[in-house]
């Protein structure tokens, strides 16, 4: 993977230094609040409800074993012993003190970690398919492009105050495991008709109060020109976006208002400008950076211990759901569970996240990551060590075998933590995900995602939850809104609302009657929820979760 | 006319810990809300404001916040409110762990 330069080593260093002083200059009382934010926020701290929040950034969800146990220490020694992977692909340390803040960030350095632009109007860490370079289904790597949109985004001078923050995200597949559609900027790698590779260029998606899909701006941008393409878009929207209205300031606004035909002359104007001043050393360097993430050197060995694993139900059950395809057809990859049935969506304790460094260390090539979905991957597992691994994982509660099920839920951390949030999220995913576990119906509902946001702004994705639960304080009470039929993959759509919201005793039941519909309704257990959905439409779903309501009212 | 004025707290973040703190009426911050002063006068609650917002090394984002007296004890309307004299719902984290 990639290691910081010197160059990548200073710059942190030195923001690092800048930050303990403006921290210490904080807290002698030198500088204001109103002065001091946009220099925390900056570093990724917020002020939440009852603590600090510092949020990390992982570059393309990709974490080595000594990054990951640099997490562990941080989480035990600065804050209560865990942290919570986000739907960025970050992690977030809800519970540090300011003075300690300095302290971490240097931690992090030393593992080549920083939370620069993981906050404010700035162009964000950049996601990636959490499979890259190890799934059987990917043109290429999305990592390399996605490093080199990272160095050439850190630090930007041009765009570190954009009318608002600015998200890209980059897949090397077909099967959109990065929400590409979802993202300001979306970036798919394909192949021309002659076999050419570049990029399909999506612009203007996002979730939020004002949903919109992304819209395909180049639909084959020839690699070399991938730099300056972005920066044209991005100073498009820089000049373009409007500062007036925050809920209208992002590129999804300027996109809809402008439409994509005229946002994409200008891009193209403003492309040919610009493309002129990239030299082509940044082609160089993403040579450099394609060299860093070569695949390590695949172990040969028989998969036997693999094929007589599956005697054991236990194991036979996880490796259903846990395990997908591998490049290497001897290699698996494995999705490790943060969502055992009542736990923490995206939690980890620092016990589990060495045991998790541990594994990829001995069995995994020394990588992880993180999904956006909020658990975590071992990219590279060879099939003879599975058995093994698996028993590990056993052992530290890890070995939850529910990844795509109904319990694999998304949930930002709501008004448990977050200061904007409206309501709480967690404990509807905990009991939605213990009242399956208690039903035993996981496995016959089968694929299902509930994706689950505390307010309007969607970190929890809902409205591209095939359930989706939106968390809103109606006159002074928590109140779930349900949309359905969202979906976040390559065909992407946004749900649609079902009705009015539920309270928080009434939305556990109200999704139980959603599921039982579906069993009626489908057409076979091979349908899927979001199938059925797509056949039937929404009435026969409304009718079964208002039914109740109404039958009560009468 | 204008509305009635409801009882309210003054409320904020302590600089150092990021804790929740409510103003009490000696003019010190009390990590519990049973410690506030509950206000149910209008200018007055204005005056106390721009106390705690002059307290800028110690505190972070005062604001008004609805209460009521219970047994003569302040005690929070809202359920965020209500979250933030506790913490969170998932973890015995926060003040929940010292009452």
Request: with cysteine; aromatic share 8%.
């Amino acid at each position: 993977m990639y290691r910081y330069t010197e160059f990548d080593d200073a710059f942190v260093r030195t923001r690092a230094a800048q930050f303990r002083q403006q921290v210490a200059r904080r807290i002698d009382g030198s500088l204001s609040e109103d002065e001091f934010r946009p220099l925390r926020l900056m570093n990724g701290l917020y002020l939440q409800l009852h603590a600090y929040m510092l949020r990390v950034a992982i570059p393309y969800g990709t974490l080595n074993s000594a990054q990951m146990r640099q997490l562990a220490m941080i989480a035990e020694r600065w804050d209560k012993g865990y942290g919570h992977f986000t739907t960025r692909q970050n992690i977030q340390f809800n519970w540090p003190a300011l003075k300690d803040v300095p302290d971490i960030i240097d931690a992090l350095a030393d593992v080549g970690m920083h939370s620069i632009q993981t906050s404010g109007n700035t162009i964000r860490n950049v996601t990636a398919d959490h499979f890259a370079g190890a799934t059987a289904d990917e043109i290429a790597d999305p990592r390399p492009v996605a490093e080199l949109l990272r160095q050439w985004s850190t630090d930007h001078p041009e765009f570190q105050f954009l009318p608002r923050k600015f998200k890209i995200a980059v897949t090397g597949a077909e099967a959109d495991r990065a929400v590409i559609r979802s993202h300001d900027i979306g970036i798919q790698i394909v192949r021309n008709d002659a076999g050419e590779t570049g990029y399909r260029m999506i612009v203007g998606g996002g979730l939020g109060r004002t949903p919109m899909v992304g819209k395909v701006i180049r639909d084959f941008l020839p690699a070399a020109d991938l730099l300056p393409y972005a920066e044209a878009i991005v100073s498009v929207y820089n000049q373009l976006g409007r500062r007036d209205n925050k809920f209208k300031a992002r590129v999804k606004i300027t996109v809809h208002e402008h439409g994509i035909d005229a946002i994409r002359a200008r891009v193209e104007d403003r492309f040919a400008q610009v493309r002129s001043q990239f030299s082509g050393v940044d082609q160089h360097l993403l040579r450099d950076i394609e060299a860093a993430f070569a695949p390590p050197a695949w172990k040969t060995a028989d998969t036997a211990p693999f094929d007589a694993a599956q005697a054991d139900p236990l194991f036979r059950s996880w490796a259903d759901t846990n395990l997908s395809p591998h490049r290497n057809p001897d290699y698996a990859i494995v999705s490790v569970s943060l969502k055992k049935p009542g736990a923490t969506p995206g939690d980890a304790t620092a016990a589990q996240m060495r045991l998790l460094a541990d594994l990829a260390e001995t069995l995994g090539h020394d990588e992880l990551r993180i999904s956006h979905e909020q658990n975590v991957i071992l990219p590279h597992v060879h099939k003879s060590d599975l058995p093994a691994l698996h028993a590990a994982l056993r052992a530290a509660d890890l070995a939850t075998a529910n990844i795509g099920l109904i319990s694999d839920i998304i949930a930002c951390p709501g008004m448990d933590y977050c200061a904007l949030a409206t309501a709480r999220s967690i404990p509807i995913a905990q009991k939605i995900a213990t009242r399956f576990d208690d039903l035993k119906l996981e496995h016959e509902i089968g694929a299902l995602k509930i994706k689950i946001s505390g307010c309007i702004n969607a970190c929890g994705h809902h409205h591209v939850g095939h359930i989706g639960i939106l968390g809103l304080d109606r006159a002074g009470v928590e109140n779930y809104q349900i949309t359905l039929g969202g979906d976040g993959t390559e065909t992407t759509v946004i749900g649609e609302r079902a009705g009015p919201g539920f309270s928080a005793d009434q939305i556990v039941p109200a999704i139980e009657r959603l599921i039982h519909a579906y069993l009626d309704l489908r057409a076979g257990p091979v349908e899927t929820f979001l199938q059925t959905y797509r056949r039937l439409g929404l009435s026969p779903f409304k009718a079964a979760l208002y039914l109740e309501v109404r039958a009560n009212a009468a | 006319m204008s509305r009635q004025f409801t009882p309210k707290v003054i409320t904020a973040n302590a600089l150092l810990e990021g804790d929740a703190i409510w103003l009490t009426a000696e003019d010190t911050w009390s990590r519990d809300i049973a410690d506030a002063e509950l206000i149910d006068d209008e200018a007055h609650a204005q005056l106390r404001l721009l106390f705690a917002q002059s307290q800028k090394d110690r505190v972070v984002g005062a604001y008004l916040a609805e209460a009521r007296a219970d047994g003569g004890i302040p005690q929070p309307v809202h359920f965020r409110e209500r979250f933030r004299t506790r913490g969170p719902s998932n973890y015995r984290h926060g003040k929940q762990l010292a009452s």
